[in-house]
């Protein structure tokens, strides 16, 4: 079937895909956010729903990660954090936890050259230590073989509960008033942030949740104060390019004011990308 191609053209990220004729004369301006988050959800549903066990559905949402980094990454999407496994998933079977650490070995091991190729950084927050040893190794030398790579920074969220990272925050801030390295009135915003997981990187601007679930499960709360979320019914298995796509979208058609007016802000919003469909 002939078709035409989806291209985008900004800022020297270019990337194009086959689409059918029938889309060839659509022209959307999207509107690429700097700092992508996704809730990945589903997978377990989406094995139960086929009679799999639910290892099946980690597996496969594996494979769906592999294919949105990269996906992201053609974009031009400078961070894209990704909540891989909870504070709150220790308490699931241990045959799966344990499966789940193998898994993210395995992925650790397999996606090192694509991170090295296109110049991707792996960073990592959560409770670190509460992982395998193994792992943790991996995630070291992951982390340290890419820590120059420049054109996009891929997080993990691993152990993580944002509830856990405030109270975490608040001991290194309270240490350093004790210490006499700070004093109470001089504790801002900046600071408080600073002693966060993710210091040094920008707040999301987008955060993606798919399964249908509408709520944030103690996924960066401080960080999501201003985000846009799109909720999708999609389980993560079966999320892709196009539904990607399709929540780009749909954010591109929000307005972010960040407290102001629509006049105020009007101007000072960047042109999309162009985006032939």
């Known amino acids: 079937m002939s078709g035409s191609a989806f291209h985008v053209n900004f800022q020297g990220h270019q990337f194009q895909k ?31 729903q086929r009679h799999l066990p639910r290892i099946s559905g980690h597996r496969q949402g594996v494979r769906v990660v592999r294919d949105i980094v990269k996906e992201c990454h053609r ?25 789940l650490m193998d898994l993210l070995g395995r992925y ?22 509460r992982l395998p040893p193994g792992v943790r190794s991996a995630l070291k030398e992951t982390v340290e073989r890419t820590r120059n790579n420049g054109d996009m920074v891929l997080t993990l969220a691993l152990s993580y509960g944002a509830r856990n990272e405030l109270v975490r925050a608040v001991r290194k801030i309270a240490a350093k008033v004790q210490a006499g390295l700070l004093l109470p ?51 993560w298995p079966d999320f892709n390019e196009d539904e990607l796509h399709r929540c780009l979208e749909e954010y591109s058609s929000r307005e972010r004011r960040f407290g102001l007016t629509h006049d105020q802000v009007a101007g000072l919003r960047p042109e999309g990308r162009r985006v032939n469909h």
């Open 18 to 48: 086959n689409l059918p004729a029938s889309t060839a004369d659509q022209v959307v301006f999207m509107h690429i956010p700097r700092h992508l988050a996704i809730i990945m959800d589903g997978n377990g549903r989406w094995a139960e």
């Open 75 to 99: 974009l031009g999407i400078d961070y894209l954090t990704l909540y891989a496994f909870s504070s709150e998933n220790w308490g699931r079977p241990e045959e799966e936890v344990s499966a």
């Open 108 to 129: 650790l091991q397999s996606e090192l050259e694509l991170m090295l190729k296109n110049r991707i950084s792996l960073r990592v927050i959560g409770e670190l230590d």
């Open 185 to 235: 009135g001089e504790i801002t915003e900046r600071t408080f942030a600073d002693c966060l997981d993710t210091a040094g990187m920008p707040d999301p601007d987008l955060l993606i949740r798919t399964s249908g679930e509408m709520r944030v499960s103690n996924f960066l709360l401080w960080q999501l104060a201003y985000a846009e979320m799109v909720f999708t019914p999609v389980l």
